[in-house]
């Protein structure tokens, strides 16, 4: 009991971090029906970003932490969403109007490419943090067992609903979420009254991409350590989390992260830890052939 | 010299729209006065909702110019403006023949969304949305209001929040012209607004038309076949036939054109001049 209790925690934060990435993900097929494979990428970026902005604080004489957190997580997602919109604008917007595969063959290579350019930049050795937020709460002790919550978990969850919250109220009730709906249903007629379409789909690289900056900065403060490569494993998962959840749905990403985040975390604890990701990959196997449009999406209906 | 011709809001001069070898409009010239219904009509394939394509953006053409006059004298080339510009600084709405709704949002979404330009400078950009600043929440009541005004107008008021996918057929296209309505236009472009409604919706929608005309003092440029709603309406109509414009004046000079008789009845190019000496005598 307290054993479970104590993985329920762990994957609920581990889930909470899939679900902001995987935002990212559901909220750009959304709008342009298309899978942006560099997003796990532009994640990495963001961890980066934190960490080089994190220190370059600490070296100037920040060193009040609630301060210095603040100011990275503002930086962070300013400059994340800055790399969002610039390979919107160089790698997507010229083929938007090219065959269906073209952007998706563009974003591996944008994704490629966003990894080579951190592993040279930044070199290739995992990049180490020490640990920043510290201190928690034991919750139940039995039998010598003792249940933690940490600081940093209780941070990450709540940080977490309260983006989503956020998000969902941008998406439901201001002008910008309803033009980016309007572009989801009609690109053309959103067009003709009056929306800039360019402008929206723009604003939904660089919303996304803000959110991954915030799932980059979690991560680096939960683990502590980053490379070049995390993007690709985070970002595949948190596409899994998108497509579980019902891709284009924005409760559904969030659901879906949740779920992939406590499978990984129970498979690890309960049964072995290598196959962890054996365990969340079938779950996308699963859905594709069972439930392809996911837990929350709406069934595509083809009109004849 | 005919009315339109004097200031006419829209001026359309040697437009000229090809797709690889075929010509879908070949040196079209017309005017739309201010305050006039001008309707277009001709035969299936003619080119009219190529035009339309033109004017609000949708097509850039090969050749010609587009002029918008607005009341104040400030003048915009169409033919050089893309077509979210087109529809919000321009002030040029549209419908079309076969309803674009956005089918997964409320009927009152519908009407916001074209009202977004005013909705985004008032937010600044959502950033002040997000905070809920005062004047948002301003802009946001006005706009609610100006749908619910045209929605009290097409008679969708109790249907508010429903999904406009949901609406009956004669329904959505009111509610598009609604919701071209709610850009607040100087020149409202409806692409057969008629095609599928019953007689009395057709006579309701005359009214309608009428009445925005009247109470908005904006011009309408129509396309359409149901010629009860050309003639009774139409302060000005232009004839296309194969691209080219073989009629332009009152009703009551097409209806008697040769010309326009000659391609409404179909007959061989050189029958015209016989088929012009009978109605002439």
């Known amino acids: 009991m307290e054993y479970f209790l104590q993985q329920l925690i762990n994957g609920v934060t581990l889930g909470s971090i899939y679900g902001l990435i995987a935002i990212g993900y559901t909220m750009v097929y959304g709008i342009i029906g298309m899978i942006n494979f560099a997003h796990g990428d532009i994640f990495m970026v963001g961890t980066f970003i934190a960490l080089i902005t994190f220190i370059g604080l600490v070296s100037i004489g920040v060193t009040f932490i609630p301060l210095a957190l603040m100011l990275v997580l503002i930086i962070s997602m300013v400059l994340t969403a800055a790399w969002g919109w610039t390979v919107e604008r160089l790698a997507y917007r010229p083929l938007r109007e090219s065959f269906r595969l073209a952007p998706l063959i563009t974003a591996i290579g944008m994704s490629i490419a966003l990894q080579n350019f951190v592993q040279i930049s930044q070199g290739a050795r995992v990049k180490p943090l020490q640990p920043v937020i510290t201190g928690g709460y034991e919750i139940m002790e039995k039998d010598g067992f003792i249940v933690n919550l940490s600081n940093i978990q209780i941070m990450i969850v709540v940080v977490t609903v309260a983006l989503m919250i956020i998000f969902s109220l941008i998406i439901s009730r201001t002008a910008l979420g309803r033009s980016q709906r309007a572009c989801e249903q009609d690109r053309v007629m959103a067009s003709l009254v009056g929306v800039n379409v360019d402008r929206t789909i723009s604003l939904t690289f660089v919303m996304g991409a803000a959110l991954a900056a915030v799932a980059g900065l979690m991560f680096l403060l939960y683990y502590g350590v980053i490379d070049f490569y995390i993007g690709f494993v985070a970002g595949i998962k948190a596409f899994t989390a998108a497509v579980l959840g019902g891709i284009g749905s924005l409760p559904g990403a969030m659901l879906g992260g949740m779920i992939i985040g406590l499978i990984e975390t129970f498979w690890s604890a309960y049964f072995s830890i290598e196959y962890k990701d054996v365990a969340a990959f079938s779950v996308l196997v699963l859905v594709l052939i069972f439930l392809p449009s996911g837990l929350l999406g709406r069934p595509e209906i083809e009109k004849v | ?281």
């Open chain 2, 1 to 281: 010299m005919t009315p339109w011709d004097q200031e006419p809001l829209l001026k359309v001069e040697h437009l000229t729209m090809r797709f690889g070898g075929l010509v879908a409009i070949n040196d079209l010239s017309f005017s739309a006065g201010r305050n006039d219904i001008t309707a277009m009509i001709g035969p299936n394939g003619a080119g009219k909702t190529t035009v339309f394509n033109c004017i609000t953006g949708f097509y850039k053409p090969t050749e010609g110019m587009i002029t918008l006059t607005h009341e104040d004298g400030e003048k915009y080339y169409l033919e050089r403006l893309d077509d979210h510009r087109i529809a919000s600084e321009t002030n040029v709405a549209r419908t079309f023949q076969n309803i674009r709704l956005f089918g997964g949002m409320s009927v009152l979404e519908n009407l916001l969304v074209a009202q977004h330009h005013k909705l985004m400078k008032a937010s600044l950009f959502t950033v002040g949305g997000i905070l809920g600043l005062n004047s948002y929440r301003l802009a946001e009541e006005e706009a609610i209001e100006l749908s619910r005004f045209w929605l009290d107008k097409v008679g969708l008021e109790s249907r508010a929040d429903d999904t406009s996918a949901d609406l009956p057929y004669g329904a959505q296209r009111r509610l598009e012209i609604a919701r071209a309505m709610c850009s607040k236009p100087c020149l409202l472009c409806l692409d057969e607004p008629a095609a599928g409604l019953n007689p009395r919706e057709t006579q309701e929608l005359n009214e309608l038309l009428l009445e925005i005309r009247e109470e908005q003092k904006i011009a309408i440029l129509l396309i359409e076949h149901d010629m009860g709603v050309v003639m009774g309406i139409s302060d000005h109509i232009i004839v296309l036939d194969y691209g080219e414009k073989i009629s332009d004046g009152t009703p009551e000079h097409v209806r008697n054109d040769p010309a326009v008789i000659a391609a409404y009845l179909g007959v061989e190019d050189d029958e015209v001049d016989q088929v012009e000496a009978e109605v002439a005598s």
